[in-house]
């Protein structure tokens, strides 16, 4: 179990894998997963959408 680096909320390791990218079920964060044991997440890189910056 860790926290969303953006909210702090709960996360837990539900059959996670490494590398997988999954919304923070309490913001929405999209997080990557980089480890398993220990759990543990950071914001995954958006590669998806150009926002125009
Ligand atoms: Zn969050």
Redesign the pocket.
Known sequence: MTE?P??E?IVENHDKILGEVFP?P??G?ELEVLGTEPFAVQPAPKEAEDWGE
């Open positions: 969303c953006e909210c909320a923070c309490d913001c964060t």
